[in-house]
């Protein structure tokens, strides 16, 4: 399971499963993060190193190894965090046999970060939403003023043609 997990950085489970899968992949995590020959090897040996393989166009295609995978792209990912590499979140579904409960185990990843960079541009935006009222109400105003003027110009522009008719 947790080479799936590794695999499609994401996996349905029932909960107890979920539990027990997270703390071995932390492990593996962490060792990788250290990113040396001795942790590679360690992680093989816990592990084991499948191939990981798509298909194209109905042909098997190797992407490369699970072993490869978490020393190049999950270890640096995680470089700089103490620990928590996984998540589980509950689903609304229980398994069909045993009405057990699902759950998703993910790796906290990419996603995080857009998250909080649009919540951070959703706060942005409300601010400006809320200074754009305001804006508006003084613009609003403006053009009150402007258009009383204009029309205070054109009175006195008719007064005095009417007076000098």
Do not use: C, W
């Not at 899968?21 to 360690?42: C, M, N, P």
């Not at 409300?126 to 109400?137: L, Q, Y």
Request: glycine share 6%; net charge positive; no cysteine.
């Amino acid at each position: 399971m947790v080479a799936s997990l590794f695999e499609h950085e994401t996996i349905s489970t029932t909960i107890e499963k979920a539990k027990e899968v997270k703390s071995f992949a932390e492990k593996l995590i962490t060792l990788a993060r250290k990113g040396t020959l001795s942790a590679r090897r360690r992680a093989i040996s816990l592990l084991g190193n499948r191939d990981i393989i798509s298909y194209e166009d109905g042909k098997p295609v190797r992407q490369g190894t699970i072993i490869g995978k978490l020393f190049s792209e999950l270890g640096p990912r995680y470089l700089d965090r103490p620990g928590g590499y996984t998540r589980i979140i509950p689903l609304s579904l229980r398994r069909l046999g045993d009405n057990s409960r699902l759950v998703l185990l993910q790796l906290v990843g990419k996603e995080e970060g857009s998250e909080k960079k649009a919540k951070t541009a959703a706060k942005k935006r409300s601010r400006k939403k809320a200074k754009k009222p305001v804006e508006a109400e003084a613009t609003a105003e403006a053009e009150e003023v402007v258009e009383v003027e204009a029309t205070t110009e054109a009175k006195e522009i008719a007064d005095t043609d009417s007076q000098t008719q």
